[in-house]
C-alpha cells in the first residue's frame, strides 16, 4: 500500500493498472494495442480483443528511414476500427519499450485518448489474467489524422548539435556498458548497430531500467522517479530535455515517465539515437 504521502504522477490517468484494464475490455471506445520487440508473441497469446500494431512494418516508412505520413497513418487506425474518439490502450514486452514507442508516434499525429498499461506484457502473464489466441477483425472506421508534427516532441541530428554547443541537457538511457563505448548493443544482444561506441557529449547515463520495478515492470513511484532524476541526475521539470538510446524505443519508455509521470514540460525523443549519431561523419563523441 501507499503511505499517505507518497506523491501521485503527474498524470496518474495516462497509466493504467492490468485490473483497470481487466474490467474495461468489453467497452467499444477502448482498443488495446500490443506492440513488441517480438511481433510473434502475439499468436502466442494476447490480451482478449487486442491488436497488433508492428513497429517495424505498420509504424515506419518501408523506402525511407522515417515514419509513415498522414495518409498511412489514416490507414492503419481505420484497419484496426480505431475512431479519432478511441481511447488507445498500448501495452508489450520488455516493459513497455515498444508500447511507449508506439504511443510516442501516435502522439506525432495527434492522437491524444492513449494509455500505457503499467507492467505491460510481464504482468497481465504473471497475474494470470486471460490470454487469447482469436484475433478479432474490427469494423474499418473513418479516421482522420493531422499532419503528423515533429516539432513538439520529437529530436533530429541538429537539434542535438544544437545541445551540445549550447550546454543544454541530453540522458542517454542505454546500459552502463553502451555509454561508455565498450559495447555496441545492449548486453545479451549481438554487439553490432554502430561503427563507433561512446555517447553524445555531455550527455548523462540514467539508463531506463532505474526506473522500473524487475519483478512485473511496473513504473517505480512518483517519489522513486523524482529522486532518480530531479535529485540525483539534478535534472529540473523546466529543463529543454532531449533523451535518447540505440534506435529510439528505449528512450522513448524514457520520454514518457518524464512527460507524462513526473511533468517535464519540454523533453524530445531523439528516435535517430545511437544508430545516427555513432555512424554519422564529422559528429564528436565521447567515451
Known sequence: MKSKNEKEYFNKEVLVTTDWLLQNLDKKEIRIVESNEDPL???????PGAVQIDWTNDLNNQLVRDYIGKEDFEK???KNGISNDTTVVFYGDKSNWWA??????????GH????IINGGRLKWEKEGKPLTREVIVYQESDYKSETRNDNDIRAFRDDVVFHIKNG??????RSPEEYTGKR???PEYPNEGALRGGHIPGALN??????VNDLDGTFKSADELEKLYLVENHLNSDDDLIVYCRIGERSSHTWFLLKY????KNVKNYDGSWTEWGNSVGLPIQK
Not at 508473441?41 to 490480451?47: F, K, R
Not at 543544454?168 to 538511457?173: K, T
Not at 540514467?206 to 526506473?211: E, L, R, S, T
Not at 509521470?261 to 517535464?264: A, D, M, Q, R, T
Open 41 to 47: 508473441l502475439y499468436s502466442t497469446g494476447h490480451i
Open 76 to 78: 492503419l487506425m481505420s
Open 100 to 109: 511507449c514507442y508506439a504511443f510516442w508516434v501516435f502522439k506525432l499525429f
Open 112 to 115: 491524444t485518448n492513449a494509455k
Open 168 to 173: 543544454m541537457s541530453l540522458i542517454d538511457v
Open 184 to 186: 555496441l548493443h545492449m
Open 206 to 211: 540514467v539508463p531506463w531500467a532505474k526506473a
Open 261 to 264: 509521470l513526473l511533468g517535464f
